[in-house]
């Protein structure tokens, strides 16, 4: 037996087929028209967030994954696909400009937060201490900064300025901390009341700490003229001492 289908008239059986083709189309043109009318109704190229429960961005979300499908799959036309290739640059150069600004304004907050601190943090070990914590974070910022070469020439000056006074403060109190060891060592030589030897033993052991302290205040270059000459000359006079003995 030949089916419903089968009995229609040939030219008939067109004419549906057209029918159907063409109902698809408006259906696919309807669909196409929705579309675009919820991307006006938004007002901006649409991005497509990690699935969430917000409502509105969930709605925002399926509004991009349906956008990107129909372009992926060609359903578009030229003019539809021209007026989203515009808003996608829009959005883009909109990201751009909210990006650079937000950047401008961590760096901002980054050199108001070297100010308030009075001078060039260092980045020390982690540490339980609060203030010193808050130092190394603010060093590590500030040296990510200044490698990725994100901040103006103007800031880096600044910087760069208090970086080296902070490295020559540094270096006089490392100065002045020898200054005050190399001075408790003259004193330790004299109460001593000559010259130190490296000796072996035990007992000699605070002897032999002092010789090798005495020794390295006079090889490091430190010493005052008038120190050095004391030293130099009490090392003499005991060596001469032991040879006048031998």
Same mark, same amino acid.
């Given at each position: 037996k030949r089916t419903h289908w089968e009995k229609?008239?040939?030219g008939t059986q067109q004419e549906l087929l057209d029918?159907?083709?063409?109902n698809a189309q408006s259906s696919e043109e309807t669909r196409v028209e929705t579309l675009m009318a919820a991307v006006r109704k938004l007002g901006r190229w649409p991005r497509e967030h990690a699935a969430t429960e917000d409502p509105k961005l969930e709605e925002e979300r399926k509004l991009a994954r349906n956008i990107r499908e129909a372009l992926q799959a060609a359903r578009l036309p030229p003019a539809f696909v021209s007026e989203?290739? /515009?808003?996608?640059a829009k959005a883009t150069e909109e990201k751009r400009e909210e990006e650079?600004? @937000?950047?401008?304004q961590r760096i901002h907050e980054l050199?108001?937060?070297v100010r308030k601190f009075g001078r060039f943090p260092c980045e020390r070990a982690v540490t339980e201490d609060p203030k010193l914590e808050e130092e190394r974070k603010l060093a590590h910022d500030v040296r990510k900064a200044l490698d990725a070469a994100?901040?103006?020439? /103007?800031?880096?000056?600044?910087?760069?300025?208090?970086?080296a006074k902070?490295?020559?403060? @540094?270096?006089d109190k490392e100065k002045q901390r020898w200054e005050i060891r190399d001075r408790e060592l003259l004193a330790d030589v004299r109460r001593f009341g000559r010259w130190p030897l490296q000796k072996k033993?035990?007992?000699h052991a605070e002897e032999r700490e002092l010789a090798k302290r005495a020794c390295n205040a006079l090889n490091s270059g430190r010493l005052t003229p008038a120190d050095e000459a004391e030293l130099s000359e009490m090392r003499w006079m005991h060596l001469r001492d032991l040879e006048a003995a031998a």
């Open positions: 229609l008239l040939r029918l159907k083709e063409t989203l290739e /515009a808003l996608q650079s600004h @937000t950047q401008q050199m108001s937060a994100r901040l103006p020439p /103007a800031f880096v000056t600044e910087l760069e300025a208090m970086k902070a490295e020559e403060e @540094t270096t033993g035990a007992e």
